[in-house]
């Protein structure tokens, strides 16, 4: 199995505060991986760092193998590669639902307005949007608006995508609809990278949970491995006060 | 001619029988500088804000980098720093100084430079620029108002920081501040009347003239003071229109194939439902 993105010894802090204190570990190809850990443990921060929205102090992250810190990988081309979901959706305000998932194929992949419609609604069709292609993201509930989000990272056809907790922003009833074309992902073979709160869904998708707590992998392992049968206290106490 | 005993209505009704084209002229020319004088203004304050929003370069990784790219990075650095100080500079001073001072000082400062400018191009030059100056810091507000997740989600597309400006932040932030580029131009309609001290043909420098005709001064100031308050209140309702027609409905109407998206968004309940009870089993 390859490895699709490698962390080495990843450091981040912001001033004083160390967030990653030397995170190491592989997401596989085909694989979804669930990112599990305390709030403030330091799982936004390595996605973000991932796609570079921060930078590392220190440590390789590796694309393929080539470290996309050397300035070698052109990175308008690592970021359509790599597609990311937020927590608050972050849709563009000024464009319709079809627009959304239009405007990076056009500026970023230079792709025809027709080839990048035309792979939108595909998507669009994927995640149940397709009636809302003209509708502004304010007319849509959070639902919605997450599963436009997951249109608008597919329709740049990327290779991982990385999700910081897709559904913790969502009121309950709306969580399902979400977790489901997450799941769908999943099974298709998506390479992706899930920071969730979501335990069910962890057990049921992911092939391998990563356990963070202060900035450090505690533990991971398979679902069954890492949820069942946890090895160190603090994730012991960290499952229990989940459920 | 009226005479002594005349009353204000008859010296209203004479002056604009003998000076009406005379106060639309000047009408024409307020407007004309005001709204160049704002849609110059609003570029120029645009420019500057896109400039004052670049975030400092910075390296990717300090342990890995060349001496060629050490130097470049500096060589950046110092002069985007330079610029956004000029900016500083240019948006304080002009802000902080009154337009009729400016104005003089422009226009006379550029004949002892030796250039004598054209009335009509020396006073849309000098409101641009401080129109400018007021636009810049108006537009930073709005730039700041879309909120930071959509920089990061265009960035995390790959966009560049031109591209997640021109198609993602500047619609919004322009929207947003549509209110206050509406008042910038309202401002301008009447502020441009300062200009006539360096005597550009605008309404209240024609009114200055034909005042001191018949030595009416009441009546002709009445005068341009309702056409001031025409043009102001006009801009005012349609820009509010504008800015209704910009906003369209809150809610989305599905159309097209009723009964498809019905199917699917049924059975997408369905399957929520299901899921839901999977997982948290
Ligand atoms: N830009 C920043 N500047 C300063 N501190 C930051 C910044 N971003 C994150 N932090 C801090 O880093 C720590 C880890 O943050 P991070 O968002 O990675 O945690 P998390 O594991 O995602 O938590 P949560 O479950 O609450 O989302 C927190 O203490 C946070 O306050
Ligand atoms: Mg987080």
Redesign the pocket.
Known sequence: MEGVIEIRGLHKA??S?E??RGVDFTANEGEATCII????????????CINLL?TPDAGQILYHGEDILSGHVNMAQYHARVGMVF?QFNLFGNMDVLGNCVAGQMKVLHRSREESEENARKYLRKVGMEAYVSAKPRQLSGGQKQRVAIARALAMDPEVILF??PT?ALDPEMVGEVLLVMQDLAREGMTMLV?T?EMGFARAVASKVVF?DQ?VICEQGSPAQVLEHPETERLRAFLQSRF | MPTASTSFFGWVAFLLQKYGTLFLRGTGMTLLIALTGTVLGFLIGLLVAIVRTIAMPRSRDPRRQSRAERVSLAVRRTLLRAVQILMNVYIQVFRGTPMIVQAVVIYYGAQYAGIYMDTTFAAIFIISINTGAYMAEIIRGGIVSVDKGQFEAAHAIGMTHWQTMTTVVLPQAIRNILPSVGNEFIVNIKDSSVLNVISVSELFFQAKSAAGAYYRYFEVYFIIACIYLVLTLSVSRILAWVERKMDGPDNYVIHGSQSDSRAEIVVSVENEKEATKSWKA
């Open positions: 912001f001033g505060h967030v990653l850990g305390s709030s403030g443990s330091g799982k936004s921060t390595l996605l973000r921060e927590q910081d907790e913790s920071v709160h963070m900035g």
